[in-house]
T-cell receptor, first 113, second 116 residues
């Protein structure tokens, strides 16, 4: 079974631009979560989608948004990029049963210059 | 709010020996799950082991085992017969067991070096 895939793997953007990141979950997983990883703040929860609905949101400004499609694929958008948005963005998918283990993709490394 | 603390920023171990990584957490809930994730230099986060809070028995996965002390809110990871491939950043994570909030709360991580 294929794992979680994220595209693109690397991205360089300029301040003020916007960016869209994509995540394809493991087949059969209907939940997708996004996390931001930085050296200073560590791993922080952005949001979670389940069946095309945002179920939970972390403490990030409104510039961060996302959506989920009917095939469970998810996209995350960051508008008006700031230097502080440079990070590794990780997507995780899970099956909403039992321990609800989440499986992570390889991440998208975003650099804002 | 739940918090997860990993007090050891870095640890090192000799190949074939045993190492224990520490994790403590703070929660007022009784139903929750705890996880250890491994993030090698390639960056792919890998689930190593999980523990359900309602289970008294410590989880074990091959060379990886946990020491779950619920009253002390402690959840340490023991790696036996360490291998070079175990070198990675290890994250302890918490997730509540009930309700609809499935977010993971992570510790800051412990960087494990394995010396040949």
């Amino acid at each position: 079974k294929a794992g979680v895939t994220q595209t693109p793997r690397y991205l360089i953007k300029t301040r003020g631009q916007q960016v869209t990141l994509s995540c394809s979950p493991i087949s059969g997983h209907r939940s997708v979560s996004w996390y931001q990883q930085t050296p200073g703040q560590g791993l922080q929860f952005l949001f979670e989608y389940f069946s095309e609905t945002q179920r939970n949101k972390g403490n990030f400004p409104g510039r961060f948004s996302g959506r989920q499609f009917s095939n469970s694929r998810s996209e995350m958008n960051v508008s008006t990029l700031e230097l502080g948005d440079s990070a590794l963005y990780l997507c995780a998918s899970g099956r909403q049963t039992g321990a609800y283990e989440q499986y992570f993709g390889p991440g998208t490394r975003l650099t804002v210059t | 709010a739940q918090t997860v603390t990993q007090s050891q920023p870095e640890m090192s171990v000799q190949e074939a020996e045993t190492v224990t990584l520490s994790c403590t957490y703070d929660t007022s809930e009784s139903d929750y799950y705890l996880f250890w994730y491994k993030q090698p230099p390639s960056r792919q986060m890998i689930l190593v082991i999980r523990q359900e809070a309602y289970k008294q028995q410590n989880a074990t996965e091959n060379r990886f085992s946990v020491n779950f002390q619920k009253a002390a809110k402690s959840f340490s990871l023991k790696i036996s017969d360490s291998q070079l491939g175990d070198a990675a950043m290890y994250f302890c994570a918490y997730r509540r067991g009930s309700g609809s909030n499935y977010k993971l709360t992570f510790g800051k991580g412990t960087l494990l070096t394995v010396n040949p």
